[in-house]
């Protein structure tokens, strides 16, 4: 399995809801969607992959579209135009969408589940512009997880969601020693006990930028300053890591 990648999600994105394909379709690309169905009279939604304005459906392998549906296989859908055609992306109906995310997997298409802890290695170390992504659900009993950046033996950036405190702790672990704790939430605790979630922290100059489910949380200024050395991510905790893109 290839976690890397530069596409960059969608995020809170309107509906009905046209962008383009970042880089193209290409086996073993997967796309996923994740949003609500709103209360409706019968209205559909649809989903398509499209070549420009018009449309086909959404997901990959290099004959069909393999689709999975709150974790489950769905479907498949043989190709009826070369899928190397597909350059954009609808969504339409009685749905709020939280966010679209593009992960390449060059691998069959299973909703794979990763082992906790998980590690993977940031190639090159971070810069500012670089982005890694954590798609994962909340398990219903969840005390709390965390999603680490770590330099060597230093954790650079230690998120950690706590449910019985309601709050999500930020802090680093430097020289053998953890710094001041940063607490405060601008809005209401994003990660809820049983459903699905979506980090995106951006390495930026002054510090990493925290979106949850496709809304700014927050941000926090660097403690490592030597961003290239900052070359781990580490998932653990009460969780069900879907993907991981850094």
Same mark, same amino acid.
């Given at each position: 399995m ?16 046209t962008?383009?394909?970042q880089?193209?379709?290409? +086996? ?9 169905v709103?209360?409706? +009279? ?5 989903l ?17 579209w ?49 082992n ?23 398990l219903?009993?969840? +005390? ?103």
């Amino acid at each position: 399995m290839n976690f890397r990648g530069g596409r960059m999600p969608y995020l809170s994105p309107p509906v009905p809801f046209t962008g383009s394909i970042q880089g193209g379709l290409q +086996d073993g690309l997967e796309i996923t969607i994740n949003g609500m169905v709103l209360p409706s +009279d019968g209205n559909s939604t649809h989903l398509d992959g499209s070549q420009g304005p018009t449309g086909l459906l959404a997901n990959t392998a290099s004959f069909c579209w393999q689709v999975m549906v709150n974790g489950s296989y769905f479907v498949e859908y043989q190709h009826r135009i070369p899928f190397q055609w597909v350059d954009t992306i609808t969504v339409n109906g009685m749905v709020q969408l939280t966010y679209i995310s593009f992960m390449e997997s060059f691998g069959s298409f299973s909703g794979q589940k990763y082992n906790l802890p998980f590690h993977a290695s940031v190639y090159g170390g971070l810069y500012a512009g670089k982005f890694l992504l954590v798609l994962g659900s909340v398990l219903p009993t969840a +005390d709390r997880f965390e999603i680490n950046l770590r330099s060597g033996n230093d954790i650079a950036f230690h998120l950690n969601p706590r449910f019985q405190e309601n709050t999500i702790v930020r802090n680093s672990h430097i020289n053998s020693s953890w710094g001041p704790e940063e607490r405060a939430l601008s809005s209401v605790m994003p990660f809820i006990k049983g459903q699905t979630f979506m980090v995106l922290i951006t390495c930026e100059a002054q510090g990493f930028k925290v979106t949850v489910n496709g809304q700014y949380l927050f941000s926090y200024n660097h403690r490592v300053k030597n961003l290239s050395s900052i070359n781990m991510l580490e998932v653990a905790g009460d969780i069900q890591l879907n993907h991981v893109q850094v």
